[in-house]
């Protein structure tokens, strides 16, 4: 069980200090991680919002087709394990394995992904996928 430790505002309400919260463990390098359901929200979270960046570059470069479903799952599950083994330095066993870090919040994660990527492709590069139907 954590304990949170709090200070007293010049109004008398109590406010949480920093130092535990999860925001600053995350991006803290050998955080503990007293709570099991935290580190896998951030995993969870972080890898929806890399998801949506990668599908705005995606869309932007433009990349199409198999390379680019093949090369988000690879650098997904890549910046996953390299947080959580490198920069966490956690041991994988407690959560279950690689298998359960890597499949944590990928579904949502590249949902999120393939949605961007279509919808920053289609716009972006309207002209040049009508072009090549004409053709």
């Known amino acids: 069980m954590t304990t949170k430790t709090s200070t007293i505002t010049k109004n008398g309400s109590l406010k949480a200090n920093p130092e535990n919260s999860v925001w600053q463990k995350a ?3 050998n955080s ?25 570059v995606w869309g ?3 990349l199409k087709g198999l390379i680019g479903l ?15 083994v490198n920069f966490q330095s956690i041991d994988e066993e407690e959560y279950g394995g690689v298998w359960e ?22 716009g972006l590069h309207y002209e040049s996928i009508i072009a090549e139907k004409a053709i």
Not at 101 to 114: D, N, T, Y
């Open 32 to 56: 503990q991680w007293d709570d099991k359901d935290e580190f896998l929200d951030v995993i969870y979270w972080s890898r929806q919002v890399f998801g949506i960046i990668l599908g705005v």
């Open 70 to 84: 093949a090369l988000f799952a690879a650098i997904s599950c890549a910046i996953v394990y390299l947080y959580s």
């Open 101 to 122: 870090l890597m499949k944590e919040g990928f579904v949502a994660s590249f949902a999120g992904f393939i949605v961007t990527w279509i919808v920053f492709y289609t």
């Open 27 to 29: 991006i803290t390098a």
């Open 60 to 62: 932007i470069i433009p």
